[in-house]
């Protein structure tokens, strides 16, 4: 079993400014196993494992029906997920991961060695057609069947590296006149500074109050900080088709759902498509703001652990009962999401399920629960740059106190 590298070095940031050595040494999470299995020594003894190795991972691509799955657990298992970022691993960065991140200040062992080994490899990448993202799995869980819910606590996400990437890319993000520079008709991996996309590599580091940051160096020198909560971007269940499934916009299966409310503690619940379920992760990022304007969060590998358990329909309690699109939860919200091409055919999907949630959740009338969502809860804009947009409602649990379960 590989231990994990325990590393304190300093980081060269996109503009060539050094920033400061770590005060806090980072613990280099490693791949524990070369395959998926079950962990019987070590911090995470009596876990499930699956690590991110060419035989578990899809590059653009989500899991369909016929995915092979790389490992099968009973429902209630804890599973841990070693992931990789695509940032700094795709063709407008070179697709090379180790010089990649070596030209930012970081040392070739600290390149973790799963991300080498993709981009070195001959596995088929098309920075134009296939999304970007790496996604690790799928796992098969027993006796999810189709009609049932897969409900996956989070129970901890992890950095694996102390540093991130910050894309904008043209034609992606918020604002169309960003990036404003060239992109050019001979851009390619042998020569990424054609695409005139940005990236900005972003060290984090802990502050004197313990706390981790990620570290903008400005051109002045001065550092913009900001505090990390890290989640995956991507957790879903495989669609029932035999089409690919592009990565990158979400739909009733969940996928790219960028819901930064889904970090640790959380719970989310997807409606099971196919036998097994067929479940994924991937798109790990260290801190993302609402809207995800510029393109991408902060991203970097993360290992991510979770307790998959099957609900079974006509048996177990199912918050909002009959779900056909992903629903969450945290200590203090349900979260409803609105999938859509158009931000205002996503805020009406997410009213609506808000309000479908509510009646049947609490056994409140539809004007009721309608009144109340004006008048008291939020809706958050996950993301515009994914082609399907997002938006979800954080109705507070608080508010329900006197309800008890409706049967």
Do not use: C
Not at 45 to 66: A, D, M, Q, R
Not at 106 to 128: C, G, M, N, W, Y
Request: aromatic share 10%; hydrophobic share 35%.
């Amino acid at each position: 079993m590989l231990k994990p590298l325990v590393l304190s070095l300093a980081i060269v940031s996109s503009f060539g400014l050094p920033t400061s050595v770590y005060a806090e040494e980072f613990k280099i999470l490693k791949q524990l196993e070369n395959k998926p299995t079950l962990l019987k020594s070590g911090e995470y003894k009596g876990n499930y494992y699956v690590p991110s190795t060419l035989n578990t991972i899809t590059w653009g691509y989500l899991p369909n029906k016929e995915a092979k799955p790389v490992l099968t657990v009973p429902s209630g298992s804890v599973v841990t997920f070693d992931t990789v970022s695509h940032e700094g691993l795709l063709e407008d960065q070179g697709r090379n991961a180790e010089k990649y991140f070596t030209s930012k200040g970081v040392k070739p062992e600290h390149v973790l060695a799963e991300a080498k080994l993709i981009t070195d490899s001959k596995l088929k990448h098309d920075f134009h057609k296939d999304g970007p993202h790496i996604i690790t799995g799928p796992l098969y869980v027993e006796g999810a069947m189709p009609g049932d819910i897969l409900k996956v606590e989070i129970l901890k996400v992890e950095p694996r590296v102390p540093y991130g990437v910050i894309s904008n890319r043209h034609g992606k993000g918020t604002l169309p006149e960003f990036p404003k520079r060239i992109k050019h008709e001979h851009a390619s991996a042998a020569n990424p500074d054609a695409y005139g996309n940005v990236s900005i590599f972003t060290p984090i580091e802990k502050n004197a109050k313990g706390v981790w940051e990620g570290i903008l160096k400005t051109e002045s020198g001065k550092a913009i900080r900001f505090p990390l909560s890290p989640f995956m971007g991507t957790m879903g269940v495989a669609a029932n088709t035999s089409e690919p499934v592009h990565s990158v916009p979400p739909s009733f299966y969940g996928g790219n759902i960028d819901i930064n409310d889904l970090s640790a503690g959380a719970t989310a619940y997807y409606p099971v498509q196919v036998p097994g379920a067929l479940f994924y992760t991937g798109d790990s990022h260290f801190v993302q703001g609402d809207g995800e304007v510029a393109l991408t969060a902060l991203e970097g590998s993360a290992r991510a652990t979770f307790k998959i358990s099957v609900l079974k329909a006509g048996k177990d309690k199912i918050p909002g009962n009959l779900l056909s699109q992903p629903l969450g939860e945290n200590a203090e919200f349900w979260i409803t999401p609105g999938l859509d091409e158009d931000l205002d055919e996503a805020m009406r999907k997410s009213t609506r399920e808000a309000i479908r949630f509510l009646v049947s959740e609490y056994g409140i009338a539809e004007e009721i629960a309608y009144a109340y969502l004006s008048a008291a809860t939020d809706f958050e804009v996950s993301q515009v740059v994914d082609k399907t947009k997002g938006i979800h409602a954080m109705i507070r649990k608080a508010d329900f106190k006197e309800f008890t379960k409706v049967k």
